[in-house]
């Protein structure tokens, strides 16, 4: 009976130790992210679509924010996202890069850290904003738009409903 006891003393222990992990984000804070993604998402596409006169992929829609896994994250944890494009006429690569770059800095977005002709990162609102050129006859045919938070602890059980239900629309600016 004593070894019963100091086994169930034994696995109580690290049993206790597991409530320490950092509480699920709150509802009222997640929708707070959510929204502030879907924000950073609909400035970069409105300002492409009217600095390079692109078209966002629907006259409604950017399309869904979802939730994926965080590198190296738990299970329970997960970054909202919102993964959208802008087509335009082909131009060439180069002119492509110049005519995003002015349309990201005429509407106040600066680009942040890394600038190639085909790809850059911005830094909007605190969020990291991936702008890569779509390419298309030895051309740019667009720009496909990258937009997420950083890890969050949501629930897996919250994160498997959301994505489930297909995340939710993200309306065009």
């Known amino acids: 009976m004593r070894r019963v006891l100091v086994l169930l003393a034994a696995l109580a222990l690290p049993a206790g130790c597991a409530d320490d992990a950092e509480p699920a984000i709150s509802a009222a804070r997640l929708a707070q992210q959510q929204d502030r993604v879907d924000s950073v998402a609909q400035r970069v596409v409105g300002a492409l679509v009217s600095g390079t006169g692109a078209q966002p992929p629907s006259a409604d829609s950017l399309g869904r924010g979802l939730y994926t896994g965080c590198d190296n994250g738990d299970p329970d944890e997960a970054a909202y996202f919102v993964d959208t494009f802008v087509t335009y006429d082909v131009r060439p690569p180069e002119q492509a890069a110049d005519d995003v770059a002015r349309a990201l800095r005429d509407s106040g977005l600066e ?58 629309d993200v309306p065009a600016p």
Do not use: H, P, W, Y
């Open 111 to 168: 680009v942040s850290t890394l600038e190639t002709s085909r790809s850059r990162m911005l830094v909007v609102d605190g969020l990291t904003v991936d702008v890569s050129s779509q390419e298309k006859r030895g051309g740019s045919a667009g720009q496909n738009i990258f937009v997420s938070t950083d890890c969050l602890r949501i629930g897996e059980k919250a994160i498997a409903a959301f994505n489930a239900r297909n995340g939710r």
